[in-house]
């Protein structure tokens, strides 16, 4: 599909060359059809590639929580048993991080950090390609675990043991998707941060690099941090399973605790990984729609900067009801708060970049605005979350499960939306439909809080996660929340027609096609961006 | 800059990250022992050897409540028991109590005991200095078997604890100890 | 014009949505007030955490939703070009730093309180099985399993869901009232969450490890919770059903399940 909608965006390339400085027919050597994909170590394709992926893997989570939701949305069992509900709500988790939220971001680093740093590609270009292609393979372990026998996993996306150990063959499945997505991440960060810290134009230092640049190299350190981590914990889970070892078996002088710790040392600074290039895009769209400079761009950088950093060392605050010694809880509630400060003070400055600017509210800025006002009330739902006496109250409830969506759908999710919009004039040359987009954010942003707001009452009110039938007087709720689901869902298939179209045509774009855009793919290069981006450095002012 | 220059700066970085990646997946491994190590010092692991116990003034001014408690997991569900539930011990005072086990279940058992001990703040004051769970135990079919616990609660124990427990959990590892070879 | 409409809209629509929360069914918003000091605790620093959220949300969004009123495009208004203002952005780091130090300072005090097991009166051992707890007194020699009472023709939609569907077990946990009561939490398998919303207890069970919290209801009553973390099928169907209450029917419930289980 990806194919044979994309492949026309190479013809306009020469057409609209008027600015390119020249570029345009470099293209000339590489295959055409399908091996082209397969082959490609070219960065936007592999961009393209990687934003498909992630949009495919996009809709069959989504899918699952629509099964999910349809089982939920009265008390009883309607739709599919308990077992394969618990292996629905693990898929989804993993689907969605692994699958779309990360490498959604990769597509746009590959699209973007070139064109943004004036590099002609990525570093390593065919590292580039293997980093992609391990995906598919990883995703099919997956999408296959529920065709083996024993079905999926279903211990939660968390795979914590003994309950993991009790999994059939779909978690031998698991751990080896995981392994190789975290291959995939790992080859992925050090071609972006080997290009960022090496390719950059002359006079783009790195405190004139943009937003989404800056965070995507802090984002990518974190990756080769704890990527290794966690294929660590699952390959002793994988030990534990099959070699005797009692790493987590309390049996053995084993204690299953410390795969939360193990795991979670890798889990918290991934949720970092999943929002910091969201914060990097927000931050770029925002000055465009005001048509004025990112406000205090040095502490957007400094508090992106902390927020990595504390992110080592708060994980304990997935773990309040383990029994952790007082002290420990208090040291991980109080660094947990501390980051509601650097947190803080991002949304503070968009505020103050919109604040008497010049503002239209085109596509990708509804999204950012949503972005900011939701991610917001997911940012306060946190702080709740952070205290542990509230925490042990509210602990593997709807409120966290409502926290994590506004964080992730309404956060990292609504950031890709509103980049896919910002920047899909700049991919295909072509103007989307701006009507359609409006309604797209709409249908999205209405449906999504019917969804999600009401599981903070659920939550607060004790109704437990990943639970396939639950008690009464939780009921009018869950149904408003698989109504607001299946409106959420199907607009989703909006966004695909409304790229489809843009991909085959429509206005043509300018190459600055926002007026208050400022990075170098707006500024020196056309629409649709050529093949290869800078042959030669771009001149910087 | 030239292309070859890139690309030598290129693969230097490239050995750069490689490294940090495998120092990360060290430091995952490294957190095994970085884990058990604290876990020991907290006294939260259950250590497979007995703790020396210096010799200390007792505490005569103060009591506190021990409790015995006799877990069993998995599909082990044979009689285990502490022969007393609770105890009043001074701080400081070696103690010895009784577990029993009837092997109820009509087969020869190796069963592992572990140790945990509530609140967790007691743990690194609770020592054992002669315990069944420093290795494992077989039982042979229908065997009664009581076995004793030596411990003592260090004087430093916090002023504010006063009742402690002591957990013994039996897992089954029969099939782990099963003849090495042939 | 189309904006007006707009607002029109939602504002039928909270309304609509207001009168519906009002009924029945929809009373399900908050934490519970709780029958115990922590639970009570918790809902106070919820409202209070909630509230400055609410000031902040106010105020940031008040200036935010005030800029894209007044400084749009179409209204003719023009860009400044203004990016960094270094009071401004020292106030607005320092001012959050403030508000979670009293937050922090509350949340501290109510983490000590629910950590605070000394001084019980009884002690409770609860262990997890998938997919029932079994709970022995300590003290009173007591020690019963507690499984679902519901029956699977409810769930499967074949017979009328009774009132506390899901939330009824075949014996309950009685506790006297006004008593500190030491829970003790394990887990026979894997591990399992003792998760009680109105005491405002929430402890995993660990296999091989046992983790203690404490109860002190201060009102007869019954109190429902469930299992809190992910256990394997059956994690929906393995309820708590707590009864609270006063010393002498404990006592005589006592005597009678000790008669009942020699």
Redesign the interface.
Same mark, same amino acid.
């Given at each position: 599909m990806a194919q044979a909608h994309t492949h026309g965006k190479n013809e306009h390339v020469q057409g609209h060359g008027d600015h390119s400085h020249g570029h345009g027919d470099h293209h000339d050597h590489h295959p055409t059809g399908l091996m082209r994909w397969v082959k490609s170590t070219n960065h936007k394709d592999i961009g393209t590639l990687y934003l498909w992926f992630s949009f495919i893997m996009l809709l069959s989570g989504g899918a699952l929580a629509l099964i999910i939701r349809a089982e939920l949305f009265q008390p009883g069992i309607q739709v599919v048993n308990p077992e394969v509900f618990n292996g629905l709500t693990t898929m989804h988790g993993l689907i969605m991080v692994f699958g779309a939220i990360m490498p959604a971001f990769v597509g746009f680093a590959n699209w973007l950090v070139p064109m943004q740093i004036g590099a002609p590609d990525m570093a390593f270009p065919r590292m580039n390609n293997w980093s992609f292609w391990l995906l598919p393979p990883a995703a099919i372990l997956l999408v296959g675990s529920f065709f083996v026998p024993g079905g999926a996993t279903g211990s939660g996306w968390t795979l914590y043991p003994p309950l993991y150990i009790q999994n059939g063959i779909a978690a031998d499945m698991t751990i080896f998707a995981v392994h190789i997505l975290g291959a995939s991440s790992i080859m992925g960060s050090i071609n972006i941060i080997t290009t960022i810290l090496n390719m950059r134009a002359p006079g783009m230092t790195l405190m004139k690099m943009p937003l989404f640049i800056w965070t995507w190299l802090i984002t990518a350190y974190l990756l080769i941090a704890v990527m290794p981590v966690l294929a660590g914990a699952v390959t002793m889970l994988l030990t534990d399973r099959h070699f005797g070892t009692n790493f987590f078996n309390a049996a053995g002088g084993g204690d299953p605790t410390m795969f939360m710790h193990v795991f979670w040392f890798f889990g918290h600074p991934e949720v970092y990984i999943m929002i910091l290039p969201a914060f990097g895009i927000v931050s770029q769209i925002v000055p465009a729609f005001s048509r004025k400079p990112l406000f205090g761009y040095s502490s957007m950088v400094y508090a992106t900067a902390s927020i990595a950093i504390l992110s080592f060392i708060v994980w304990g605050h997935h773990m309040f009801t383990v029994g952790m010694p007082v002290t420990a809880q208090l040291f991980f509630m109080l660094a947990t708060m501390l980051i509601s400060v650097p947190t803080g003070v991002k949304v503070f400055n968009w505020v103050a970049t919109m604040w008497k600017g010049e503002l239209t509210f085109e596509t990708p800025m509804l999204w950012a605005v949503g972005f900011i006002a939701l991610f917001t009330i997911g940012g306060f739902s946190g702080l709740v979350c952070s205290m542990t006496p509230i925490d042990v109250s509210i602990h593997n409830t709807y409120y966290v499960v409502a926290h994590f969506h506004y964080v992730l759908f309404s956060g990292a999710l609504y950031s890709i939306f509103g980049g896919v919009y910002f920047w899909l004039p700049k991919f295909t040359g072509n103007m989307y439909d701006e009507k359609l987009g409006k309604w797209h954010f709409w249908l999205t942003t209405i449906s999504f809080n019917i969804t999600f707001f009401p599981q903070h009452f659920l939550g607060l009110a004790g109704m437990v996660r990943r639970y396939a039938d639950y008690p009464l007087q939780f009921a009018e709720w869950n149904m408003w929340s698989s109504i607001g689901a299946f409106i959420l869902g199907p607009s989703q298939l909006l966004f695909l027609y409304i790229v489809l179209k843009c991909i085959k045509g429509g206005q043509k774009a300018a190459q600055k096609q926002w007026e208050g855009a400022d990075s170098l793919e707006w500024t020196h290069l056309p629409s649709p961006a050529p093949y290869h981006s800078f042959e030669t450095p771009p001149v910087l002012r | 800059m030239s292309a070859a220059s890139l690309d030598r700066q290129n693969r230097a970085m490239l050995r750069k990250l490689l490294t940090i990646v495998v120092i990360m997946a060290g430091f995952g491994w490294a957190l095994v022992p970085l884990y058990r190590k604290i876990c020991e010092v907290t006294g939260i692991a259950q250590t497979r050897s007995a703790d020396s116990v210096a010799n200390s003034q007792i505490d005569t001014s103060r009591w506190v409540t021990v409790e015995f408690v006799a877990n069993n997991n998995g599909s082990l569900s044979w009689q285990f028991e502490p022969l007393k539930t609770t105890l009043r011990v001074h701080p400081g005072e070696l103690t010895q109590v009784m577990y029993r086990v009837v092997n109820n279940t009509g087969r020869k058992v190796v069963a592992q005991a572990r140790a945990s001990y509530g609140p967790v703040a007691a743990a690194q004051h609770f020592k054992k200095v002669e315990c069944f769970c420093f290795t494992s135990q077989t039982f042979e079919v229908a065997e009664t078997r009581q076995m004793p616990v030596t411990f003592m609660l260090t004087p430093e124990l916090p002023r504010d604890i006063d009742t402690v427990t002591l957990s013994y959990t039996f897992f089954d590892v029969t099939a782990q100890a099963a003849p090495p070879k042939g | 014009m189309e904006q007006k409409k707009l607002v029109a809209a939602l504002m039928a629509g909270a309304a609509g949505l207001s009168a519906t929360v009002a009924s029945a $069914?929809?009373d399900?918003?908050?934490?519970?007030l709780g029958a115990t000091a922590?639970?009570r605790?918790?809902y106070d620093?919820?409202m209070f955490?909630?509230w400055i959220?609410f000031g902040?949300?106010v105020v940031?969004?008040g200036?935010?939703f005030y800029? +894209?009123l007044k400084?749009?495009?179409?209204v003719g208004?023009?860009?400044?070009?203004?990016?960094?203002?270094t009071t401004?952005?020292i106030v607005?780091?320092v001012i959050?730093?403030i508000i +979670?130090g009293v937050?922090?300072v509350k949340?501290?005090g $109510?983490?000590?309180?629910?950590?605070?097991?000394?001084?019980?009166d009884m002690?409770i051992?609860i262990?997890a099985h998938q997919w029932q707890w079994k709970y022995?007194y300590?003290?009173d020699?007591i020690s019963f399993y507690s499984k679902m009472s519901t029956p699977r023709d409810? !769930?499967?939609?074949n017979a009328p869901?009774g009132?506390?569907? &899901?939330?009824e077990v075949d014996k309950e946990v009685v506790v006297p009232v006004n008593k500190k009561i030491?829970l003790? &939490?394990?887990s026979?398998? &894997? !591990?399992h969450?003792w998760?009680v919303?109105d005491l405002? &207890?929430?402890?995993?069970g660990?296999?091989?490890? +046992?983790?203690?919290?404490y109860i002190n209801v201060e009102k007869p009553g019954v109190y429902?919770?469930?299992?809190?973390?992910?256990? $394997?099928?059956?994690?929906?169907?393995m309820p708590i059903v707590v009864r609270a209450v006063s010393d002498d029917e404990y006592k005589a419930w006592v005597e009678e399940t000790k008669a009942a289980q020699s």
């Open positions: - | - | $069914g929809y399900v918003l908050n934490l519970p922590n639970a605790n918790n620093l919820h955490v909630l959220c902040i949300f940031v969004f200036a935010m800029s +894209i400084h749009r495009k179409s208004h023009k860009a400044e070009h203004f990016h960094e203002n401004v952005e607005w780091t959050p730093f +979670i937050m922090a949340a501290t $109510g983490l000590l309180a629910i950590r605070d097991t000394s001084n019980p002690t051992k262990t022995d300590l003290q020699g409810q !769930i499967e939609a869901k009132e506390h569907y &899901v939330v030491r003790l &939490v394990t026979n398998d &894997v !591990i969450g998760y919303p405002a &207890v929430n402890q995993y660990i296999p091989g490890f +046992i983790k203690d919290t429902r919770g469930q299992c809190s973390q992910i256990c $394997g099928k059956e994690h929906a169907y």
